[in-house]
Structure formats: structure tokens, C-alpha cells
């Protein structure tokens, strides 16, 4: 177990289960990377499709599927002590039909660096592994460190936009990790109070919304026009490597845009997985992303 002096670095989450899990499937990319960097790699049964760092550990697991099609028979038949979901990333009908069967799912949802940093801490307590607690210490240092500079700039306001679809281009807004990630890196979101609309020409401010339709639905990707993205004048723009794949061919794309980061030939190539993937991958996004912004 962890000792008290480590207790005050987290606060406990609901977890469906009263003893370490000997049996794990990791329906979650970054979790999963997560998991072996904790020392807990040995517990993972099987793993999704994209769950793909560290290569040479899931090259040799078993793949149940894509987060959004796992097969649910197939881990059901696996007998895992423990499933890890993720609210965003998987489906709700896939969660309910594994606890139906009597599987454990812990669905976790962090929302911003702080929540994604007690989720490595839940980890570590509930698997009542430690070996790693100096490593995310560490990651928790260098997260304070880069924050604490962020503020003593905050007269200096870097905006940045950073699309994570194109054809329509799609974004996030404040109620995400990304979000969250670049205000700790210095950046200011340019869609950050931006709602996604339906339908899509409501969206793209070509007709007017539904509420109706927009009703129990995720807004927190919007889908964005150039012109407002030109509009919101950004200094950054971040083209990341997933979920869509951005290339050096989409530069000339935003490099037309009047606006400063095309100006100034700030528009940057960047690994996906920095932007959108939490756990302890963190750790790089908090090493190379502060230098791209402004």
C-alpha cells in the first residue's frame, strides 16, 4: 500500500473492485501505455486495436477490437478481473453489456492535466504497485514548473488553434484534456467558448441550430470554418498526427490564412498522441509542446 506521505498527492476514485486486479483488458490507448510504464504491463490480458506504445509489449497481446468496436464476447470469454473504459473513448452500450455479464468496468473520464495526473495516482493505489510513485512524481513537478512559468506570462497571450479533423475541420473547446494541456503549456484556445452545433450547417454557420436535436449530445467539438478560424487570429497553429492524420501537404492549406501564425510561419507538425492522449504521456507533452507556443 501506499503511505500517507503519498496519499496527499491524489484523491480516491469509485473503482468497482476491493482488491488488486491480477487480470486486466485496457480499452484505452494511452492507459494502456500508462499501464507498462507502471510497471503493471504484466496484468494486461488484451488490448484494442489502437492501443499501440509501447510497440514491442502490445505487438505481443492479444487485440480485441477498436475502442469504438471492441468484441465484447471475445473479452466476456477472457475472464479479466478488471476492464479500463474510457467515457470518451468508448461506447456505452459496450461498457453496459460487459457489466451485465459480470465483468468490472472502471470508466474513467479525465478532463484536465490535474485529473489525468490522480488517475496515474488511482492506478498506482489500486494496483498497489509503487515502484513508479518517483516517476510521476517527477511528471507532477514538471507539470507545476510549466504552469508556474505559463502564469508569470499570462499578459502574454499565445492563441493557438489546433484541429483535430479536417473536411469539416473540427476542434475542442475548454471542456476537454486538450483544452487543458495547452493552457498549462501556455496557450490560449481560440475555440475555447466555441459549442458544437447541430446540424452541420448550423455548425458551420450556414443555418440555424436544433436544440432539439442538439439534446443529450457531446458539444465539445465543434466543427469550424477557415474563415473563423482566420477570424480568431491565431499566433499557433498545431497540425497533429491523429486522430486525423495532418501532413506537411495541409501547411499551404492555413499558411493562405490572414492571421498571425501563417504570417510567421508558425504552423506545426505535432504528434497526436501529445495532444489528446493523457497518462503518462504527459510527461512528453509537457516537455515539447511550452516551445511551439509563442
Not at 100 to 117: E, I, L, N
Not at 185 to 200: Q, S, V
Amino acid at each position: 500500500m501506499m503511505s500517507d506521505e503519498q496519499h496527499k498527492h491524489y484523491q480516491k476514485m469509485d473503482v468497482p473492485v476491493d482488491q488488486p486486479p491480477r487480470s486486466v483488458v485496457s480499452l484505452v490507448p494511452s492507459v494502456t501505455e500508462s499501464l507498462y510504464d507502471l510497471n503493471l504491463g504484466a496484468r494486461l490480458l488484451a488490448v484494442t486495436d489502437y492501443c499501440v506504445r509501447p510497440a514491442d509489449k502490445v505487438a505481443r497481446l492479444p487485440k480485441i477490437g477498436g475502442t469504438k468496436n471492441p468484441d465484447v464476447a471475445r473479452i466476456i470469454a477472457l475472464r479479466p478481473e478488471l476492464v479500463i473504459a474510457n467515457q470518451e473513448e468508448n461506447r456505452r452500450e459496450d461498457v453496459e453489456a460487459l457489466r451485465a455479464a459480470g465483468v468490472p468496468v472502471w470508466v474513467t473520464f479525465p478532463k484536465t492535466v490535474r485529473d489525468a495526473m490522480n488517475l496515474l495516482w488511482n492506478i498506482m493505489y489500486l494496483f498497489e504497485e509503487t515502484s513508479m510513485v518517483p516517476r510521476v512524481r517527477l511528471i507532477e513537478q514538471t507539470l507545476d514548473w510549466v504552469e508556474g512559468v505559463s502564469r508569470a506570462k499570462e499578459e502574454r497571450v499565445c492563441k493557438v488553434f489546433a484541429p483535430i479533423w479536417y473536411e469539416p475541420l473540427m476542434t475542442f473547446n475548454a471542456d476537454t484534456y486538450s483544452h487543458d494541456l495547452l493552457r498549462v503549456c501556455g496557450g490560449t484556445n481560440i475555440f475555447a467558448e466555441r459549442e458544437r452545433r447541430y446540424p452541420l450547417s448550423a455548425d458551420l454557420g450556414a443555418g440555424a441550430p436544433d436544440a432539439e436535436r442538439a439534446a443529450g449530445r457531446d458539444t465539445r467539438y465543434p466543427r469550424v470554418t477557415l474563415q473563423e478560424v482566420a477570424a480568431a487570429q491565431p499566433d499557433v497553429i498545431l497540425l497533429p498526427s491523429e486522430p486525423f492524420p495532418f501532413t506537411q501537404e495541409h501547411i499551404p492549406v492555413f499558411a493562405q490564412l490572414n492571421c498571425p501564425a501563417a504570417k510567421n510561419g508558425k504552423i506545426h507538425l505535432v504528434d497526436g498522441s501529445l495532444l489528446t492522449w493523457h497518462g503518462t504521456r504527459a510527461a512528453y507533452a509537457l516537455d515539447s509542446l511550452p516551445a511551439l507556443l509563442c
